[in-house]
């Protein structure tokens, strides 16, 4: 009899893990806040420059704004050679929304004179003074992001569609990768016969998770 009880506790709490499991994985799969949540914070490439001299020390910061908007989840974006923080070489607006279950749609936004904000990821509400009609899309730039598991997103953009005049480029492509501790993101530029002309080479820019 008691060995009857005890595996007839075993079942419900192995059913009881199976059911939560599998509802928590069902609420990532739409919820844009935990994809997001990922995504903010202070990220590092440090460690890969120093074992791999063909890659810079890059920091990259993603800051929440526009809290209080329910259309989407909107990211300011800051990204800077490590030893010139105070000159950041691309400053962005991400739209983060669910496009379907497991899916998720970032779109970037550039705006007007963006060193006037730089290190603004540092306040509590950075890009204060801008709003969403001050933004200009980058069409055909959107990464479009899947739930791959828990905690760990894959993507990129789609074809050749993100238009780029960088270094002779006619357009640019990014591969993202997004998991707990760090994201990978691998940008390159592709000339019109598709030789590429800027971006590392080898693979993507591993940033590790600093805060």
Same mark, same amino acid.
């Given at each position: 009899?008691?060995?009857?009880?005890?595996?007839?506790?075993?079942?419900?709490?192995?059913?009881?893990?199976?059911?939560? #499991?599998?509802?928590?994985?069902?609420?990532?799969?739409?919820?844009?806040?935990?994809? &997001?949540?990922?995504?903010? #914070?202070s990220f590092s490439s440090e460690e890969?420059?120093?074992?791999?001299?063909?890659?810079?020390?890059?920091?990259?910061?993603?800051?929440?704004?526009?809290?209080?908007?329910?259309?989407?989840?909107?990211?300011?974006?800051?990204?800077?050679?490590?030893?010139?923080?105070?000159?950041?070489?691309?400053?962005?607006?991400?739209?983060?929304?669910?496009?379907?279950?497991?899916?998720?749609?970032?779109? &970037?936004?550039?705006?007007?004179?963006?060193?006037?904000?730089?290190?603004?990821?540092?306040?509590?509400?950075?890009?204060?003074?801008?709003?969403?009609?001050?933004?200009?899309?980058?069409?055909?730039?959107? &990464?479009?992001?899947?739930?791959?598991?828990?905690?760990?997103?894959?993507?990129?953009?789609?074809?050749?569609?993100?238009?780029?005049?960088?270094? #002779?480029?006619?357009?640019?492509?990014?591969?993202?990768?997004?998991?707990?501790?760090?994201?990978?993101?691998?940008?390159?530029?592709?000339?019109?016969?598709?030789?590429?002309?800027? #971006?590392?080479?080898?693979?993507?820019?591993?940033?590790?998770?600093?805060?």
């Open positions: 009899m008691k060995t009857a009880s005890a595996l007839f506790l075993l079942g419900i709490i192995f059913s009881s893990f199976i059911f939560t #499991g599998k509802a928590d994985s069902q609420i990532k799969s739409t919820d844009v806040n935990s994809l &997001v949540n990922l995504m903010e #914070g890969q420059s120093l074992n791999d001299s063909d890659y810079y020390d890059i920091t990259l910061h993603m800051k929440r704004i526009w809290k209080d908007r329910t259309d989407a989840q909107w990211l300011y974006v800051e990204q800077a050679v490590a030893q010139m923080q105070e000159k950041p070489y691309r400053q962005r607006v991400y739209r983060i929304t669910n496009t379907q279950e497991g899916r998720f749609e970032s779109a &970037v936004f550039t705006f007007a004179d963006p060193l006037r904000f730089a290190g603004d990821w540092k306040k509590d509400e950075p890009l204060e003074g801008l709003t969403p009609d001050s933004l200009l899309q980058r069409e055909g730039c959107s &990464v479009i992001l899947t739930l791959m598991g828990e905690d760990h997103y894959e993507g990129g953009t789609v074809g050749n569609n993100c238009p780029s005049d960088l270094r #002779g480029a006619e357009f640019a492509t990014s591969e993202v990768k997004i998991f707990k501790d760090m994201i990978e993101s691998w940008d390159r530029g592709f000339d019109e016969k598709g030789n590429q002309v800027w #971006g590392a080479v080898k693979g993507g820019y591993i940033f590790k998770k600093q805060k």
